[in-house]
């Protein structure tokens, strides 16, 4: 079993920037992506950014350009820095991480708002 306890979330002004943390804890053999997911309010979760153990990463459209994901394997670590942030990021993010098994944190919410 793997836990993933997610930090970071929070109020943040238009402009301004975010750095999400997730670290992973339990029984982990190896770790084949991580990354983050987000949720709107009556939406569906959707791809944030994950990525791969080979360092491979992945965006959504929306993000790019603004958002990195950083990993410490050493940690079983994944960070999520967000910049350029606007009203449109506020969501619940989720962190993930595919062990073999998927793996979702309880997310932590950002509130992007003047």
């Known amino acids: 079993q793997v836990q993933l306890v997610e930090s970071g979330g929070g109020l943040v002004q238009p402009g301004e920037s975010l750095r999400l943390s997730c670290t992973a804890s339990g029984v982990i053999s190896m770790i084949y992506a991580m990354g983050w997911y987000r949720q709107f309010p009556g939406r569906q979760r959707e791809l944030v950014g994950i990525m791969t153990s080979g360092g491979t990463t992945n965006y959504a459209e929306s993000v790019k350009g603004r958002f990195t994901i950083s990993r410490d394997n050493a940690k079983n670590t994944a960070y999520l820095q967000m910049n350029s942030l606007n009203s449109e990021d506020t969501a619940v993010y989720y962190c993930?991480?595919?062990?073999?098994?998927?793996?979702w944190g309880k997310g932590t919410l950002v509130t992007v708002s003047s």
């Open positions: 993930y991480t595919h062990t073999g098994v998927e793996y």
